[in-house]
């Protein structure tokens, strides 16, 4: 097995709602990640997860909390989001295991979860 | 410190034509190179890698090689299909110290009949 599976694939919420986005890998992967989208941009890293402890939360506004429940889920709440927080959202995860010649430091993407704030 | 510089687009090509987007990077010591794929409306896809100096990576008659003097990962397919119209990422990571991963901007690519 060697997909990201990401639900809902699309959410369209409005800006009191609280709604989670959810990613499951099945490879044994240590380091998940959540990354925002803009339409032909690149990801903007979010947050990482390295052994299921938070590691790297690049200034996120505190409307996206992310929780690793364990090793295999990874989910992002969202709370009293804003029209500009309309974007793709993608999980993605990665061998992790630091100092093993074997890890290329490859990320495999889901197919991302397309919100859209009212 | 590390980055990805990426020819801007968008590109545009008739099938059947040769194609070169290239990417070019900076980093300390030996990182891995990746091209991703993204179609329209869906998520990042693995194109190819290398994770050496001097590799080659290929697939689906795509091919970039990791040229260490000249600090490159040119992506290149001899004869695109209307299928290919996606946008391309280079990107690299160090993997042996620690989640860093940084992408190139983006390539956007239509192949017209």
């Known amino acids: 097995d060697t997909e990201v599976t990401q639900t809902p694939k699309h959410l369209v919420m409005g800006m009191t709602n609280k709604k989670s986005l959810k990613c499951e890998q099945h490879?044994?992967?240590?380091?998940m990640y959540w990354y925002k989208q803009k339409a032909k941009k690149p990801p903007e890293l979010m947050f990482v997860y390295s052994y299921e402890k938070l590691s790297i939360n690049e200034s996120v506004p505190s409307r996206f909390s992310p929780e690793c429940p364990n090793s295999s889920l990874l989910n992002l709440h969202l709370h009293a989001l804003q029209p500009e927080d309309s974007a793709l959202y993608l999980c993605?995860?990665?061998?992790?295991?630091?100092?093993?010649?074997?890890?290329?430091?490859?990320?495999?993407f889901g197919e991302g979860s397309r919100l859209t704030v009212l | 410190g590390n980055s990805v510089t990426q020819m801007e687009g968008p590109v545009t090509l008739s099938e059947e034509a040769f194609l070169t987007i290239n990417c070019t990077y900076t980093?300390?010591?030996?990182?891995?190179l990746f091209w991703y794929v993204q179609y329209p409306g869906e998520g990042l896809q693995l194109l190819l890698k290398?994770?050496?100096?001097?590799d080659k990576g290929s697939n689906k008659g795509f091919e970039a090689t990791y040229r260490k003097e000249t600090t490159s990962f040119h992506l290149e397919k001899g004869s695109v299909q209307v299928s290919d119209s996606a946008v391309y990422f280079c990107?690299?990571?160090?993997?042996?110290?620690?989640?860093?991963?940084?992408f190139g901007t983006g390539t956007s690519l239509t192949v017209i009949p």
């Open positions: 290398a994770t050496k100096a001097d």
């Open positions: 490879m044994g992967h240590r380091a």
């Open positions: 990107a690299l990571s160090k993997p042996l110290t620690g989640n860093q991963f940084y």
């Open positions: 993605a995860s990665s061998q992790g295991v630091w100092r093993a010649v074997m890890d290329t430091g490859e990320l495999f």
């Open positions: 980093a300390t010591g030996y990182p891995s």
